[in-house]
């Protein structure tokens, strides 16, 4: 498709289990972030990729949170040991990179439940 | 610090209706910029706008960078513009986006 894709849309997870959640950008877009949207509130930035290297990661909130992109296109966010309070929808967007500011094209996101 | 700021947090309106919502920013924030989250939770980007003015249809924007605030008109509300408005911006040179809290507008019919 022409936009970004994220799986699973969905996700629910019992307390202590890993979960990983992917993220295909645009193709042929060098940057990639990832937010954390909790109930009711705005998107809060997690971490940012261009191609495969991982440049920001100052938002995941804790050692348990994992992203990676090793072919500088799909994005993969792991969450070990996942807690309540990850519950949120997990929010990927992509960009070209080639211009000092652009728009970031959204993904649907994925909707993490962690019972 | 890094401060996004919106009013109000909810808006309940009639179809027609015109509404404004507002941004306030801190000066350490830059490319202001507007989305909108319809309730199947997709964003997308309204407007790119540092500073001046914009249309687009039935909605325009407004940013007073000297003052730090932004505001979105939407004029003649349909119940397909309800969602979650946006603003964000950037900060520290980076493209990485900080989100207000967003206004929810309800438009009935």
């Known amino acids: 498709g022409a936009g970004v894709s994220q799986s699973p849309r969905y996700k629910v997870a019992k307390r202590g289990q890993d979960v990983a959640l992917r993220c295909d950008p645009i193709s042929g877009h060098v940057s990639l972030f990832w937010y954390q949207q909790a109930l009711g509130q705005g998107p809060e930035f997690l971490t940012y990729f261009q191609n495969e290297a991982q440049l920001d990661k100052s938002g995941l909130p804790s050692d348990r949170f994992f992203a990676e992109r090793p072919e500088g296109s799909v994005s993969t966010l792991k969450i070990q040991r996942t807690q309540q309070e990850d519950s949120a929808v997990y929010l990927c967007?992509?960009?070209?990179?080639?211009?000092?500011?652009?728009?970031?094209?959204f993904g649907p996101g994925t909707r993490l439940l962690v019972l | 610090g890094i401060q996004v700021e919106q009013s109000p947090p909810d808006l309940i309106l009639q179809e027609g209706a015109n509404s404004t919502l507002r941004c306030n920013f801190s000066?350490?924030?830059?490319?202001l910029q507007w989305f909108h989250q319809n309730p199947w939770g997709q964003l997308i980007n309204l407007f790119y706008i540092p500073s001046g003015t914009k249309q687009n249809g039935r909605l325009s924007a407004t940013t007073v960078a000297t003052e730090r605030y932004s505001l979105l008109y939407i004029s003649s509300s349909q119940t397909t513009d309800s969602g979650v408005y946006f603003c964000?911006?950037?900060?520290?040179?980076?493209?990485?986006?900080?989100f207000g809290q967003g206004t929810r507008l309800t438009i009935n019919p």
């Open positions: 000066d350490s924030v830059n490319n």
């Open positions: 967007a992509s960009l070209t990179g080639q211009r000092r500011w652009e728009t970031q094209y």
């Open positions: 964000a911006g950037t900060y520290q040179g980076a493209q990485k986006l900080v």
